[in-house]
Nanobody, 116 residues
Framework: QVQLGESGGGEVQPGGSLRLSCVAS????????MAWYRQAPGKQRELVAS???????YHAYSVKGRFTISRDNLENTVYLQMMNLKPEDTAVYYC??????????WGRGILVTVSS
């Protein structure tokens, strides 16, 4: 059974930093593209960042230069380092795992609130 578990969310002031972690189990982690999505209230879920099995990263324009995705295949963990957070970054952040020929797996999500 595949499980993705996010941690590291919470409330932070504008300009602050957080690091999200997602630990995966039940799959061959190193073979999967891992990604972070977010969904703000009243908005559609959007891709924030992804990293392929060959460690090629992608960051959405809205977070480029502020967020960094990374992965540790020994720990089956993907990270999202978030810096210079803005109120518009407030959302539920979801971890996902995908691979050609397999279903897309999702974590339950974790809330990040950026507020003064």
């Amino acid at each position: 059974q595949v499980q993705l578990g996010e941690s590291g969310g919470g409330e932070v002031q504008p300009g602050g930093s957080l690091r999200l972690s997602c630990v995966a189990s039940g799959l061959m982690f190193s073979l999967y593209t891992m990604a972070w999505y977010r969904q703000a209230p009243g908005k559609q879920r959007e891709l924030v960042a992804s990293i392929t099995s060959s460690f090629s990263p992608y960051h959405a324009y809205s977070v480029k230069g502020r967020f960094t995705i990374s992965r540790d295949n020994l720990e089956n963990t993907v990270y999202l380092q978030m810096m210079n957070l803005k109120p518009e970054d407030t959302a539920v952040y979801y971890c996902s795992a995908e691979r050609t020929g397999d279903v897309k797996y999702w974590g339950r999500g974790i809330l990040v609130t950026v507020s003064s």
